[in-house]
C-alpha cells in the first residue's frame, strides 16, 4: 500500500526548488511536462502514487501544493512547459499579491488571515490520499513567506494533523553574501524555533556551503539559482529514492526519520552527495567504486552545510545514512564498511551505535546516468549546532541596537512585546546546548536545565 506524501512549496525559494524537484520526477518516472506517462515507460519497478496521483484521463497530477504571497515565481511555473503537470486548484496565491517583505511577522499574521483557504487545499489533498504518511515542505527560512507563512503552517500542520510526518527542506542564508534582507537574523531566529517545535525532521540546506560546492567541485564560478536549485533537487530526489523505488529496507518516510534520529529535539539532518556533474562538463566523468562514494560522501568538501570549526566541543556523527544507487552488490559495500570502520573515518557519539546504515536503492531506468554508482548521505552530526550558534550571534548584533524593529511592531503579534524574540532565542539556544550534550557520553541523563559552559 503506498503511503503518500503532500509537498507544500512556499514562497519564491520553495516554488523555485519544488519546481525544479518535479521536473527530476517526471525525468526519472518517464512523466511528461502534461503528466503523461510517456510509450516507452514499460518498467513497473517504480512507485508513481507517492508523489503523484493519476486524473480520470489516466494522466499524473503530483500531490502539490503552491503557496506565495506575491505572484512572480508562480506566474513564471505557469509559463513553463510544466504548467499543465500541476492541480490549478492547488495553487494559492494572496488576492492583493504584495508579498510579505521580507518580513517574517507580515508573512506570519497573513497566514492567520488566509488560513481557511489555504486548508482548505490542504484538507482536500489529503482526503484524496489513501494512506497519508505524512507533508514535505519546501522554503527559506531567511525571507518574509517562507519563514513567516511557514512557520504558521507547521504550527497548524501540527495541530490539525497530530500523527503524520512533518519533514523540511529548509534553506539556510548564504552568510559569505551580504545580505539585502536587513532581518534576515530575525527571520531565521523565529522560523528555528518553530523547525525545532514543530518539524519532525528538516534537512539543512545551506546556501554557504551550496555555493562553494558550485564553485570548487562543478567550477562553476559564479553559480545561478537554476544551477544551486538543480543541486538541491539532486538531493531531494535520492533522498526520496526508496520510497520511489521500493526495496526491504526505509520504502516508507517513517523508517528513514527513525534510523537517523535518535531524540526528537536532534532531527536537523546533513546531507551529501556524490559524484556531482555540472550538465556541461560531462567530459569529468571518472570510474566510481562503491569504497570511493562511500568515502567521498564522508569528506567534509562534499558535505552540503558549511559549520565552523568548534574546539570546545568534540563534535562527531549520531547517525549516518548512505543511500546508494547503481551496480552494487552488497559484499561491495560490507567490505567497504568494514574498510571505513577499521580505518575510522567517521566519529561516532559513545551513547549509542556506532555504525553507517546503507540502504541500496534502484535507479531509474529511463534517464541516462554517467556514473556506474553514486551515492547520497544524510546524516545527523554534532556540528551543526554551529549554524544555529551563527544565527544566535547574528540576532543578538541586532537586537542589542533593537534594529529595524519597526516593520516587527506593526503586526498583531509583537504590538503589546517583543516576547516572541526572547521565547524563540531561548528555543534555539536550548537546541544548540542539547547538540553540544551529545557529544558527551552522559548525553542520555542530560535535561535542558543543565546549561552547558
Request: with cysteine.
Amino acid at each position: 500500500m503506498p503511503r503518500e506524501i503532500i509537498t507544500l512549496q512556499l514562497g519564491q525559494c520553495g516554488n523555485q526548488i519544488g519546481m525544479e524537484f518535479w521536473k527530476k520526477l517526471c525525468a526519472e518516472h518517464a512523466i511528461s511536462s502534461e503528466g503523461v506517462l510517456e510509450e516507452f515507460a514499460t518498467s513497473g519497478v517504480d512507485r508513481k502514487d507517492v508523489f503523484f496521483y493519476q486524473a480520470d484521463d489516466e494522466h499524473y497530477i503530483p500531490r502539490a501544493v503552491l503557496l506565495d504571497l506575491e505572484p512572480r515565481v508562480i506566474h513564471s511555473i505557469m509559463n513553463s512547459p510544466f504548467a499543465k503537470l500541476y492541480n490549478p486548484e492547488n495553487i494559492y496565491l494572496s488576492k492583493d499579491g504584495g508579498g510579505a517583505g521580507n518580513n517574517w511577522a507580515s508573512g506570519y499574521s497573513q497566514g492567520e488571515r488566509l488560513y481557511e483557504s489555504i486548508f482548505d487545499i490542504i484538507d482536500r489533498e489529503a482526503d484524496n490520499s489513501e494512506s497519508l504518511e505524512g507533508f514535505v515542505l519546501c522554503h527559506s527560512i531567511a525571507g518574509g513567506t517562507g519563514s513567516g507563512l511557514g512557520s504558521f503552517l507547521l504550527e497548524r500542520l501540527n495541530d490539525r494533523f497530530p500523527k503524520k510526518l512533518i519533514q523540511t527542506y529548509s534553506v539556510f542564508p548564504n552568510q559569505d553574501e551580504i545580505s539585502d534582507v536587513v532581518v534576515q537574523p530575525y527571520n531565521s531566529l523565529l522560523t528555528l524555533k518553530r523547525l525545532t517545535n514543530n518539524a519532525d525532521c528538516v534537512v539543512v540546506l545551506d546556501n554557504t556551503a551550496l555555493n562553494r560546492i558550485a564553485a570548487e567541485r562543478l567550477h562553476i564560478e559564479t553559480p545561478s539559482f537554476g544551477q544551486i536549485n538543480s543541486l538541491v533537487s539532486t538531493i531531494m530526489s535520492t533522498s526520496t529514492a526508496t520510497l520511489r523505488y521500493p526495496g526491504y529496507m526505509h520504502n516508507d518516510l517513517i523508517s528513514l526519520v527513525a534510523s537517523l534520529i535518535p531524540t526528537p529535539r536532534l532531527h536537523f539532518l546533513i546531507s551529501g552527495y556524490t559524484p556531482l556533474v555540472a550538465e556541461q562538463h560531462v567530459s569529468n566523468v571518472r570510474k566510481t567504486t562503491v569504497l570511493d562514494v562511500m568515502k567521498r560522501l564522508l569528506h567534509p568538501s562534499n558535505i552540503m552545510v558549511s559549520t565552523s570549526r568548534d574546539k570546545h566541543h568534540n563534535h562527531c556523527y549520531i547517525s549516518i545514512l548512505h543511500i546508494i544507487q547503481g551496480e552494487v552488490e552488497s559484499s561491495q559495500v560490507h567490505k567497504s564498511l568494514q574498510r571505513i570502520r577499521d580505518k575510522k573515518e567517521a566519529q561516532f557519539i559513545s551513547w549509542g551505535p556506532a555504525s553507517i546504515q546503507v540502504s541500496l536503492s534502484k535507479r531509474s531506468p529511463y534517464i541516462q546516468h554517467p556514473h556506474r554508482v553514486s551515492g547520497l548521505m544524510l546524516a545527523n552530526h554534532t556540528t551543526i549546532a554551529s549554524l544555529f550558534e551563527h544565527t544566535l550571534k547574528q540576532y543578538d548584533k541586532l537586537m542589542k541596537r533593537e534594529a529595524f524593529l519597526e516593520q516587527f511592531r506593526k503586526q498583531n503579534m509583537f504590538t503589546e512585546s517583543l516576547d516572541e524574540f526572547e521565547s524563540s532565542r531561548e528555543v534555539v539556544q536550548q537546541l544548540v546546548d542539547e547538540y553540544h550534550a551529545a557529544t558527551k557520553p552522559d548525553y542520555l541523563s542530560w535535561s535542558p536545565e543543565q546549561r552547558n559552559p
